[in-house]
Antibody
């Protein structure tokens, strides 16, 4: 069945770079798009960006200068990198596959930005 | 970028009540509007896609409507398990979430 799972460090220092991995199962990254969404504690959802099945990407304009999404289709993994982290980047980060066929999310990974 | 304004931010209601939650887009989103429910500590769950299509397994007390810039989620008769936070999401032009509505027990 379709599964997504995020992994990465729970703690990142301010000004450093966040690197997260989304490992998927049950589908091919050459056929489906994968989105990244984050949610600060107690707050709403923010769409961060998408990597299309073709490998193209699109980012939230507010994050565009700091964000990069890539993938390794042979390993069924999608990568998120965001630089210059600040305390306001503390959030749960989700990867998700969502289209008319269905809507699947990972469990999320909590990332705290703190020294 | 398209902005989504969701209202109300908080809603107090009782079991059995009919409730509505609204989302207004900053431009026409051509009915590309989804509704999500999120419970504490869980990932969001899609209830409705493309304005009025009920996700498989979601009870029929949930319904959606709208067009152009204005969209509504209706819960016809609240059940205890419906007290949660709800978000709209436009996917006409990339994606934007609404700010959320926390539905609480009165």
């Amino acid at each position: 069945q379709v599964q997504l799972k995020e992994s990465g460090p729970g703690l990142v220092q301010p000004s450093q770079t966040l690197s997260l991995t989304c490992t998927v199962a049950g589908f091919s990254l050459t056929s489906y798009n994968v989105h990244w969404v984050r949610q600060p504690p107690g707050k709403g959802l923010e769409w961060m960006g998408v990597i299309w099945n073709t490998g193209g990407t699109r980012y939230n304009s507010a994050l565009k200068s700091r964000l990069s999404i890539s993938k390794d289709t042979s390993k069924s993994q999608v990568f998120l990198k965001m630089n210059s982290l600040q305390t306001e980047d503390t959030a749960t980060y989700y990867c998700a596959r969502s289209n008319w066929e269905g809507d699947y999310w990972g469990q999320g990974v909590m990332v705290t930005v703190s020294s | 970028d398209i902005q989504m304004t969701q209202s109300p931010s908080f809603l107090s209601a009782s079991v059995g009540d009919r409730v509505t939650i609204n989302c207004k887009a900053s431009q026409n989103i051509n009915k590309y509007l989804n509704w999500y429910q999120q419970k504490l500590g869980e990932a969001p769950k899609r209830l409705i896609y493309n304005t009025n299509n009920l996700q498989t397994g979601i009870p029929s007390r949930f319904s959606g409507s709208g067009s152009g810039t204005d969209y509504t989620l209706t819960i016809s008769s609240l059940q205890p398990e419906d007290f949660a936070t709800y978000f709209c999401l436009q996917h006409n032009s990339f994606r934007t979430f609404g700010g959320g509505t926390k539905l609480e027990l009165k």
